[in-house]
């Protein structure tokens, strides 16, 4: 049965601190992995990763895969309040586009 | 461009009354999802369309129908709705020609079954 798992299911760091979630995958047909972010509302896009290890990066924010080992991490750099949401990996099926999402991860940052 | 919208926001029903959530895209997508997302389990698909024309199930379809309508419209109906379909329920799509592309979500309906 095709999974994604993430960790940890939640985290609680200071301002300024650097965080790193963790994504692992069995996925049959894998066609990419995604990171979304969820402040309470609907999910939006981080990023998309198909190749391994060519890093994507964004602001703060920057992420890489590893298809051998059937990974992702999501890094962040000097954390703020904003940043406090919930962090969800995805993985996208090849014939369906069908996303199978882990748990998700509730970042909280403090002042 | 409104994106993904959806109907209504936020419904309470009783147990084994019937509703459709309504859910539409502008961005001239070819496929379209249904998930639901409960407490500790990120979200699951219950149904998705890969074009206009075709449904399938997905993870977790029982209790749930859908109908893609055209290509801009997917609706999602509980026939007799249950306290175990009390979620919040995101619609998607995406246009799969493009493999760069990824699927945008619809602002969410808060269903809560009593």
């Known amino acids: 049965e095709d999974k994604v798992v993430q960790s940890p299911l939640s985290l609680v760091v200071h301002e300024g601190d650097t965080v790193t979630l963790n994504c692992s995958y069995e996925v049959t047909n894998f066609r990419s992995l995604l990171w979304y972010k969820q402040e309470k509302k609907a999910p939006t896009f981080l990023f998309m990763l198909t190749s391994s290890g060519i890093e994507k990066k964004s602001g703060r924010l920057s992420s890489i895969l590893d298809k051998k080992e059937l990974f992702s991490i999501l890094n962040i750099t000097a954390t703020q309040t904003g940043d406090s949401a919930v962090y969800l990996c995805?993985?996208?099926?090849?014939?369906?586009?069908?996303?199978?999402f882990g748990q998700g991860t509730t970042l909280q940052v403090k002042p | 461009n409104a994106g993904v919208t959806q109907t209504p926001k936020f419904q309470v029903l009783k147990t084994g009354q019937s509703m459709t959530l309504q859910c539409a895209q502008d961005m001239n997508h070819n496929s379209m999802y249904w998930y639901r997302q409960d407490p500790g389990m990120g979200l699951r698909l219950i149904y998705y369309s890969a074009s206009e024309g075709t449904t399938d199930k997905g993870e977790v379809p029982n209790g749930y129908n859908v109908s893609r309508l055209n290509k801009r419209e997917f609706s999602l109906r509980l026939e007799s709705a249950a306290p175990s379909q009390t979620s919040v329920y995101f619609c998607a799509s995406s246009d799969r020609r493009h493999h760069t592309d990824t699927q945008y979500f619809g602002p969410g309906t808060r269903l809560t079954v009593l």
């Open positions: 995805a993985v996208e099926e090849f014939n369906t586009g069908k996303l199978i």
